[in-house]
């Protein structure tokens, strides 16, 4: 991070939400309240550009995000509303402007969390908070958006499912880098001409969204298509030469159901080859992003500046 | 005193690769001639962990 500030370059970090807290260890406040502090400051320190406030993060009630907010942790949430105004308690969005284009980072939490954490949140924001509807808020900031961002991307805490309802009712969300269930896409689901992605959990795995923008206007491909279709054709490869070993150490029995099988694979896996065969003669020009997930190994190097704040805070045998 | 450095070694490693991924790819360089590129590091759910869940 130092290298490219000297060089007058920014990473742009991004968290969509449940960043501080899980519902396990919330409990136990004192030790819970320091690692979100930790983690709000390791934040600030990294530079992240936007953060987006998730279900869980209201765990530690929202004047301990205010606090985070006013040190700097640049929280965005459409949705989270103070109840009296009804108008966002943080920004709803975050424009960063790099390399001549203007990207627009917003967010949205959901409306209800679960049986038991919705009512630990409203217990922990007793009439300081109100969660409006997500599509809403969605609207409302695409609408304010207009002209002031190329590319919008939303960091969300709904979960794919909602995610994909979001797109298809909001269209001119380009990407969405989402949470709440904590899963992992090896490639985009796409809904509409939206992009969805989410990176694991519990810090396992960064996600590395790299674009590639001739013009942010024009629609998107993903340049891990060729790779995706190849990876799909040699699994199909791998259980069909598993269904034929099978069949043949059949005992003389019927096996038309291996033949079925077959049948529908070697099918399946001949139009992915004719998918394969086009998307390489077309090649991938014009605007396309790769995504990858990222493996958190242990051995790394370790920032000494967070290390002294893990040891001050006595959570280093944590 | 071995323990301790192993343990060093984990300590904030979500962190640490941010920091090595955001030293070694810069976020906006030329791609092919005319385009812009831009990595975005993403994470979801870290749920209050200080380095990696191991499992």
């Known amino acids: 991070m130092e290298k490219i500030q000297k060089g007058n370059q920014r990473a742009l970090v991004v968290d969509s939400g449940d960043l501080f807290s899980n519902f396990q260890s919330y409990s136990d406040s004192e030790k819970a309240l320091k690692k979100a502090q930790i983690i709000g400051r390791a934040s600030r320190h990294m530079g992240a550009t936007a953060v987006n406030v998730g279900c869980l993060d209201l765990l530690q009630g929202v004047d301990f995000l205010r606090q985070e907010f006013s040190l700097g942790l640049p929280l965005v949430s459409a949705n989270l509303l103070d109840p009296a105004t009804k108008v966002p308690i943080f920004p709803p969005y975050v424009i960063k402007e790099i390399g001549g284009l203007r990207i627009a980072f917003f967010g949205l939490l959901p409306l209800e969390s679960g049986p038991e954490i919705s009512p630990a949140i409203r217990q922990a924001n007793e009439g300081k908070i109100l969660i409006g509807d997500p599509v809403e808020a969605a609207k409302e900031t695409l609408r304010k958006l207009q002209g002031k961002a190329d590319l919008v991307i939303l960091l969300s805490d709904l979960g794919l499912y909602k995610d994909q309802m979001v797109a298809l009712a909001v269209p001119g969300i380009h990407f969405v880098l989402g949470g709440h269930e904590g899963r992992f896409t090896r490639k985009a689901v796409k809904a509409g001409m939206t992009h969805i992605f989410q990176s694991s959990h519990k810090g396992m795995y960064v996600g590395q969204l790299q674009l590639f923008l001739e013009d942010p206007s024009k629609p998107f491909k993903d340049q891990g298509e060729v790779q995706h279709l190849q990876e799909r054709i040699d699994g199909l490869d791998l259980n069909i030469r598993a269904l034929e070993g099978a069949k043949k150490r059949q005992p003389g029995g019927d096996t038309s159901g291996f033949d079925r099988s077959i049948q529908e694979m070697t099918r399946q896996r001949n139009a992915f080859q004719e998918e394969l065969k086009r998307a390489k003669e077309v090649g991938i020009q014009g605007n396309r992003f790769l995504f990858r997930l990222e493996a958190l190994d242990k051995i790394l190097p370790e920032n000494e500046e967070v290390k002294k704040w893990i040891s001050g805070a006595g959570l280093d045998k944590d | ?55």
Do not use: D, W
């Open chain 2, 1 to 55: 005193m071995k323990a301790l450095l192993f343990k060093g070694a984990r300590l904030y490693g979500l962190v640490a690769v941010l920091l090595v991924c955001s030293s070694f790819l810069s976020p906006a360089a030329i791609g092919q001639a005319g385009e812009t590129e831009i990595l975005i590091l993403h994470t979801n759910n870290v749920t209050g962990y200080l380095f990696p869940c191991p499992t």
